[in-house]
């Protein structure tokens, strides 16, 4: 062969530009250097957020995981746990009694329990209205003020609201003192509220129309607090036990039935409610406090059954 026929061997070597690669690689171990370290401080704020107690019940599922998982622990209360411990109160360094199938029916009963309490209570309070509501419709002395007596059912119990009329007052202007067919309500009502276990609280209002002297002297805050308290006394006259009465308020104008004209007479009335348990347990607990529902509030069912005004069965609206 012919030396000017040889051909040259050439190598080529291709240089790949390794900045790009470089940057993604130490990125990447970056990240996962972070996500370690996130875990990790992740990991010792829940230790240190942890009880004792629970920390020890960890501690024993890891050493014993199968003797833990199959009998349980000492260290404890959450059966149903994969791995049981601390119960409901966390704070608690030995743990919790472990729960039974026999604490968690007592509770089931005794809602149960609770719940038809309040069911027999509601049935006798609608009794109650039920009855108040014969008396108005078959006396007839009391045929003219069926218009005045307003009855429904709240979520404090059963509201009786006795109004004013424009030419039929409870009360002269200004005054406490019951007109004598007030005196007579009252002492109708006071037989049937004796019948019932149930407390009484009594409540004045007043329309908005102030006195001359304005709110610093005798107002009507003093006058709707004295015109409960004269309902009151006239309740225990007629035989009711005084220790039913629970609460005696006035509330001026404050809670008008009318809140479009606030000088109308039907603002001036008295609110007797026949309390149900649990807002009497919320009034005389040092815990508790008695949410009261505004009088000129829509009734409240109960049971699925809607309360009525008295004057609603005659035929007018409230």
Known sequence: MKRDTLQPIVIKRIKKPRGR??????????????????????LMWLLGSTSKGYREGIQEYFRTPLTVALSGGTK???ATSIVPGGGEDLTRIEGEAKQTKSSSTEFFNLEVARAQVARDEAARLRQLKSRVEQIFESKDRFAPYRNQVKLDITSEGLRIQIVDDQNRPMFDVGKSELHPWMKDILRELAVLLNEVDNKISLAGHTDAKPYFRGERGYSNWELSSDRANASRRELVAAGMAEDKIIRVVGLASSVPLNADDPYDPINRRISIVVLNKKTTENMISNEGIAVRAPDNAHAVEMNGEAATPLEDAAGEGR
């Open 76 to 78: 404890h209360g959450d």
């Open 21 to 42: 690669e470089g940057n993604v690689q130490w990125k990447i171990a970056y990240a996962d250097f972070v996500t370690a370290m996130m875990a990790f401080f992740l």
